[in-house]
C-alpha cells in the first residue's frame, strides 16, 4: 500500500525552531483523534512540560486501517522535542510503520549553527529555518520547509491564507484562519505530493483541523485540551 505512505510524514507537522513557548505556557496536553472516511481510527496526543528555559513536548500517535478484517496500514509513534529559551535544541522519533521501524534524531550544533539529522531517510546537515511536522505549533504557517518526523528527510512547501472561517468543533463555534498548505515540487511522484487544509484558532494558539485527501479522506480533528 505505498499510497498510504504519504499519511506517515504528516502524522505530526508544525514544530518550528521558534516554538514561541510563552504562547502555550500553561497548556498540558492537547488531544486529537485521527479520522479516515468520516471513521475514527486512532489518535495523536501531545503533553506538555516547563521547566525554567526548557519546554519539553512529547507527542504519541497510534492508529491503523482496516479492510475487510485485516490492517492494511499502521503507525504506532513516539517523539520528543525540546527547546532552550524558545529554540529547538533536540528531536528523537520512533516510528513503527506497518512493524517497519523508522528514526529521527536530531541535535542542534552551536558552531555550525544548524541541525545534524541522523534519520531512517536522511543523514546531514538542515538550516534552522526548516521546521519539524507535528500539529501542535501554529508557526507551521510561517515555514517553508519540513523535516519529516518520521524519517528525517526535507521537503518544501507552499502555505497560503484562504481566509476566515467559522467551524464547529465538538459542538462549539470557533472563528478560525483557514489555511493551505502543499508539496512546493512539481517533480515529486504523486505518492509523494501532499496538500492539507488546516483551520486554526488564532485566539487560543490551537491548530483544531487538519484535512486531506489520499486513499481515502483522512481528519485529524481536536478532542480536547487542558
Given at each position: 500500500m505505498k499510497h498510504f505512505?504519504?499519511?506517515?510524514?504528516?502524522?505530526?507537522?508544525?514544530?518550528?525552531?521558534?516554538?514561541?513557548?510563552?504562547h502555550y505556557k500553561g497548556l498540558k496536553k492537547i488531544e486529537m483523534d485521527v479520522l479516515r472516511n468520516n471513521e475514527v481510527i486512532g489518535s495523536t496526543n501531545y503533553f506538555f512540560e516547563f521547566d525554567k528555559d526548557l519546554f519539553v513536548v512529547k507527542n504519541y500517535t497510534n492508529f491503523k486501517v482496516e479492510l475487510f478484517g485485516v490492517t492494511v496500514f499502521s503507525i504506532l509513534s513516539e517523539t520528543i522535542e525540546k527547546y532552550k529559551n524558545n529554540k529547538l535544541v533536540?528531536?528523537?522519533?520512533?516510528t513503527f510503520q506497518?512493524?517497519?521501524?523508522?528514526?529521527?534524531?536530531?541535535?542542534?550544533?552551536?558552531?555550525?549553527?544548524?541541525?545534524?539529522?541522523?534519520?531512517?531517510?536522511?543523514?546531514?546537515?538542515?538550516s534552522l529555518d526548516c521546521i519539524i511536522g507535528n500539529w501542535w505549533n501554529h508557526k507551521i504557517f510561517k515555514a517553508d520547509k519540513q523535516i519529516s518526523p518520521i524519517?528525517?528527510?526535507?521537503?518544501?512547501?507552499?502555505?497560503?491564507?484562504?481566509?476566515?472561517?467559522?467551524?464547529?468543533?465538538?459542538?462549539k463555534e470557533y472563528l478560525t484562519e483557514h489555511f493551505n498548505i502543499k508539496s512546493n515540487d512539481?517533480?515529486?511522484?504523486?505518492?509523494?505530493?501532499?496538500?492539507?487544509?488546516?483551520?486554526?484558532?488564532?485566539?487560543n494558539n490551537l491548530i483544531?483541523?487538519?484535512?486531506?485527501?489520499?486513499?481515502?479522506?483522512?481528519?485529524?480533528?481536536?478532542?480536547?485540551?487542558?
Open positions: 505512505i504519504i499519511v506517515s510524514i504528516f502524522i505530526m507537522f508544525a514544530s518550528n525552531v521558534w516554538a514561541h513557548s510563552s533536540f528531536f528523537k522519533s520512533n506497518n512493524d517497519k521501524e523508522k528514526y529521527v534524531n536530531l541535535n542542534y550544533d552551536k558552531s555550525k549553527n544548524k541541525y545534524i539529522i541522523d534519520g531512517s531517510s536522511y543523514k546531514g546537515e538542515a524519517s528525517g528527510s526535507i521537503k518544501k512547501q507552499i502555505v497560503s491564507l484562504i481566509g476566515n472561517e467559522n467551524i464547529t468543533i465538538n459542538g512539481e517533480n515529486l511522484s504523486d505518492e509523494k505530493k501532499f496538500e492539507f487544509d488546516i483551520w486554526y484558532n488564532p485566539k483544531l483541523k487538519v484535512t486531506y485527501n489520499k486513499m481515502g479522506n483522512w481528519e485529524y480533528r481536536l478532542r480536547g485540551f487542558e
